[in-house]
């Protein structure tokens, strides 16, 4: 190898400095969410402020594939989809645990819209609520075999395909968490009973984070296309001729 080819030579992140890199930008996230909405209830803070972190990770993990396939050099960042990922889970499972224990008080039935009424029976008072969270659980499910499915070892031990389509579910999580989280940030504190809180300042943020990822996604599947119909053109030029 000469002088140049070494100087040359990209720096890659090995696994642990890539885990504790997005570990360190998950708790600087959270910190900055937290202090952003400082006047709310501890519990919602948390709750919100864990959630988005975790909702921004997975978007930035979905973001990644794309951004590789249509400019070079976001090539070499192919390796933090799988710790970005990880930790977005982790943090989803900690924002339900928040809503479990803080919100519901265990009582699962609360989960899916119903309250205790003095007359001994659960009644149905919140449909919107019961709907977002049932997608909200689905979405996690979703995650959790993902994350868990996030190793050179499970990748080995399933083989290419199933493991490809175990991946490929990363899409459908992506869908039921922007479903989930719009119904929270657009439509479910608009007929609160109290006081409405002021608007939460991720609406916007949150639109233009959505259509970004999915412009990507889009951009990145017509780039796919174009390329595999060219090469198939020019493979059956020579036949043609
Ligand atoms: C992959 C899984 C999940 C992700 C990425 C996620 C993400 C989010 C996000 C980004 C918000 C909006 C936060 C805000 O208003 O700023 C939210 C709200 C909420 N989520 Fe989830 N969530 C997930 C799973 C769940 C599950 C399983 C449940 C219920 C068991 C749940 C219940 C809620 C509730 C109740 C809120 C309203 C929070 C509040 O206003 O304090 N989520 N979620």
Redesign the pocket.
């Known amino acids: 190898m000469n002088k140049n080819t070494a100087t040359k030579k990209r720096w890659v992140a090995g696994w642990k400095v890539r885990h504790l890199m997005v570990i360190a930008f998950g708790i600087a996230g959270t910190y900055a969410f937290l202090e952003s909405r400082a006047q709310w209830s501890e519990?919602?803070r948390w709750?919100?402020a864990i959630?988005?972190m975790?909702?921004l990770m997975?978007a930035m993990s979905m973001a990644i594939g794309p951004l590789s396939r249509l400019f070079s050099v976001f090539r070499g960042t192919t390796p933090w989809r799988r710790e970005l990922g990880i930790y977005?889970?982790i943090l989803?499972v900690v924002?339900?645990a928040i809503?479990?224990v803080g919100?519901v008080n265990w009582d699962l039935m609360r989960?899916f819209g119903y309250e205790f009424h003095p007359a001994g029976l659960y009644v149905m008072v919140n449909q919107g609520?019961g709907m977002?969270?049932v997608i909200?659980?689905i979405?996690?499910v979703y995650?959790l075999v993902l994350a868990l499915s996030s190793s050179d070892w499970s990748q080995r031990k399933l083989g290419g395909p199933v493991w490809k389509f175990l991946q490929q579910g990363a899409y459908v999580?992506w869908m039921l968490?922007v479903v989930?989280?719009a119904y929270?940030?657009y439509f479910?504190?608009q007929d609160y009973h109290r006081s409405v809180p002021d608007p939460?300042w991720?609406q916007v943020p949150f639109a233009v984070l959505v259509s970004s990822v999915v412009a990507l996604q889009i951009s990145a599947f017509i780039k796919t296309w174009r390329l595999r119909r060219n090469r198939t053109r020019s493979e059956e030029q020579p036949l043609a001729g």
Do not use: E
Request: glycine share 12%; no cysteine; hydrophobic share 55%.
């Open positions: 519990m919602h709750n919100r959630g988005d975790s909702l997975i977005g889970v989803a924002h339900t809503i479990l919100w989960l609520f977002a969270n909200g659980i979405a996690l995650g999580l968490m989930h989280t929270f940030l479910h504190f939460n991720l």
